[in-house]
């Protein structure tokens, strides 16, 4: 039976299954040439179980954290199937000082998924946040021929380091508003919407072999921020922009009801388009209810459903793992909780749940999700 063919259990029956891992995953092929090593064939980490249904699934990871948790390393390590920077990555600590790069946390987060058979999410080229200092002071008053330039140096250079490396790339993250109008960002200001074709582009030619991914949050539902990224990247894919897919954030709250996340998925996929979830939690208000968690797990449960749903779902990341280390409490005041396993590093029930999902979704690798 294909995972298509598949029933998946609603997330509140998951509460009662315990949670169970181990530290390998089974084969998958890697497109830049090596493959993980299989497992016993009664793994039952995520990253093993998400392999036999052909799924990446993976885990932003704090650079700090990998250094001084124990814990941390061995989930990082034996979970997950991919890894994708939470900052080292961007611009304000590649190039902290203009002209002198910092690479040394983004290869070390490359040398360690290398050592683990994990594939890499290059996350984010351009976006409007976490620029440096240097820059941000910079660029008001720089001429719109410089902005392109500085720009163009900036993603051949950081995707030219990493070539060959790196498996999918943000390339543009958030240039969307809610309202589905472009972002009145710095990028907007001076280079107009043209600097989106651009950035892909210019990342294409610095690595042909990586896909390029628009990223951003709020498209998981239908509504005017979804359907104007979804008219844009078709216009892309028209005018011959190598775009290979499109990531959607998933960061979801318990208040605001479950996305209609399947549907989005496959229109994007109907474009020719790869699909990615690539930054998912699921918050709450704290202290944390049972109804509450009731609610977390059927987030975790349904949009893991939604990507084994659609083929060319390649991956399933969740942004962060562990409570401790959530970048949630210090955004949402009065919420938290948003992660797969507490404050101690033990799995919680969305853990389980993702677990049980992949479970009854396994069926034999799947080739076309590469």
């Not at 181990?22 to 993980?36: F, L």
């Not at 990082?76 to 939470?86: C, I, K, N, W």
């Not at 987060?109 to 820059?135: D, E, K, S």
């Not at 109008?181 to 107009?192: C, E, N, P």
Request: charged share 15%; aromatic share 10%; glycine share 8%.
């Amino acid at each position: 039976m294909t995972i298509r063919g598949r029933l998946v259990i609603a997330g509140a029956a998951l509460l009662g299954a315990s949670a169970l891992f181990v530290s390998q995953g089974a084969a998958v092929a890697d497109p830049h040439g090596s493959t993980e090593r299989p497992s016993p064939s009664q793994s039952t980490s995520l990253r093993s179980l998400a392999a036999q249904s052909g799924l990446r699934i993976g885990t932003a990871v704090n650079m700090d954290a990998l250094a001084s948790d124990a814990a941390y390393k061995a989930i990082a390590a034996g979970q997950f199937s991919t890894v994708s920077p939470e900052n080292v990555m961007k611009w304000d600590t590649i190039e902290p000082t203009q002209g002198t790069y910092n690479w040394a946390p983004a290869d070390q987060l490359v040398a360690f998924a290398q050592q683990n058979g994990q594939l890499v999410r290059g996350h984010t080229l351009v976006w409007h946040n976490q620029l440096p200092a240097w820059l941000s002071q910079a660029l008001p008053s720089m001429s719109s021929a410089d902005v392109a330039a500085l720009l163009k140096k900036h993603i051949t250079d950081e995707v030219t380091h990493f070539t060959g490396k790196i498996w999918q790339w943000d390339v543009v993250n958030e240039a969307f508003n809610d309202d589905g109008t472009l972002r009145d960002s710095i990028w907007l200001q001076k280079l107009g919407p043209a600097y989106i074709a651009d950035a892909f582009r210019w990342a294409h030619a610095a690595d042909p072999k990586a896909l390029l991914f628009y990223n951003d949050y709020n498209i998981e539902y239908t509504g005017p921020k979804s359907n104007a990224v979804y008219s844009y990247v078709q216009q892309l894919k028209a005018q011959g922009v190598p775009i290979q897919g499109v990531g959607f954030q998933t960061h979801l709250d318990t208040q605001y009801g479950l996305p209609d996340l399947q549907n989005n998925l496959q229109r994007f996929s109907d474009l020719g388009l790869k699909v990615a979830e690539t930054e998912v939690d699921v918050r709450t208000t704290l202290p944390v209810t049972p109804v509450e968690q009731n609610a977390q797990v059927a987030g975790y449960t349904s949009t893991l459903q939604a990507c084994l749903a659609v083929r060319s779902c390649l991956s399933y990341t969740v942004w962060g793992f562990g409570d401790a280390y959530s970048w949630v409490p210090g955004v949402f005041a009065g919420e938290g909780a948003a992660d797969i396993y507490d404050a101690n590093l033990q799995p919680k029930a969305e853990y389980t749940a993702l677990q049980q999902t992949l479970a009854l979704a396994a069926a034999p690798a799947r080739d076309d999700r590469r």
